[in-house]
């Protein structure tokens, strides 16, 4: 509610889902991006096409990392709770809410949580994963890559820096996919401090 509330005060244009795939590869270059400088950007670029973007401490014990709800036709919330995160989850949690955003499911609340107790729709929820995991490593990239447990530091680094994302990202998916241990990845991530609601 309070997420609904504050995206009531934002002011959206119209929703616009081809003008925000355009805007697909910039908000992923932002990755390599401090928050302070990718956070006004994204706020400008969601708001111009419909999106009101919001930011919110985590609800203790609640276990929600993100939503998407319909406002109406033409208005659309994106939440995104700010409790621990780390490059890999928060830009991982951006593309797949947006992916909530452009199927476009009006009647629709999507939750994305730790327990995923309010899965509305699995295939609804793996397309999302697979969007969010495909706009960040593209697939033929990733195969270029072709990564395994003998993959050095170096190469994961080289390999980000080869297709423009943060090295934790990449190491997010090695550990997601079992390639590499936590302790491992760990030390290539980055964890962003961010502020509620970041809005001008």
């Known amino acids: 509610q309070t997420a609904l509330n504050i995206a009531n005060s934002i002011e959206t244009s119209p929703f616009d889902s081809k003008k925000i795939r355009t805007h697909l ?23 111009e096409n419909g999106v009101a973007f919001v930011l919110l401490p985590h609800l203790k014990n609640s276990g929600i990392n993100g939503a998407v709800k319909w406002l109406n036709e033409e208005h659309v919330l994106l939440a995104i709770n700010t409790r621990d ?18 199927q476009k499911k009006n009647k629709t609340v999507f939750i994305s949580s730790k327990e995923n ?10 397309d999302a994963d697979r969007f969010a995991a495909n706009v960040l490593i593209p697939p033929e990239d990733y195969k270029r890559f072709s990564p395994t447990k003998d993959t050095t530091d170096d190469e994961i680094i080289a390999f980000a ?40």
């Not at 270059?29 to 994204?42: A, D, G, N, R, V």
């Not at 943060?166 to 390639?179: K, N, S, T």
Request: no cysteine.
């Open 85 to 102: 995160l780390y490059v890999d989850t928060f830009w991982f949690s951006i593309f797949h809410e947006i992916k909530h955003v452009l």
């Open 161 to 200: 820096n080869d297709i423009g994302i943060h090295p934790g990202i990449v190491a997010g998916r090695l550990e997601h996919e079992g390639i590499i241990t936590q302790n491992r990845g760990k030390k290539f991530k980055e964890k962003y401090i961010l502020k509620q609601n970041p809005h001008p």
């Open 25 to 47: 590869p910039e908000l992923r270059s932002m990755t390599i991006q401090k928050p302070e400088l990718f956070l006004p950007k994204m706020q400008k670029i969601f708001s």
């Open 117 to 126: 107790f309010a899965e509305i729709n699995r295939k609804l929820e793996d």
